[in-house]
């Protein structure tokens, strides 16, 4: 998995991304998103969406690590 590969994922769940970096490398990876697809969203449900994605690469060990900063563009 690289970051095309991750950033192509994301766009293709949420709509409205402003900001999508993503950095790491192997199967370790720190991700940030401002999207007001997190509006009105807890941290946790935003966790919960974005980890939701990724469950698969998770468990078969393509992914080893995820780091999230999740935020509404009010929020930044």
């Not at 991750?6 to 199967?27: F, H, K, M």
């Not at 997190?38 to 992914?63: A, C, P, V, W, Y």
Request: include cysteine.
């Amino acid at each position: 998995m690289d970051n095309n590969q991750i950033q192509e994922l994301i766009r293709s769940y949420l709509d409205d991304v402003s900001d999508l970096s993503i950095s790491g490398q192997d199967c370790n990876f720190s991700i940030k998103i401002v999207s007001k697809d997190f509006i009105n969203m807890s941290t946790i449900d935003r966790h919960k969406i974005i980890m939701k994605l990724f469950t698969d690469l998770l468990q078969s060990g393509e992914l080893h690590a995820i780091s999230l900063d999740l935020k509404a563009p009010s929020e930044v």
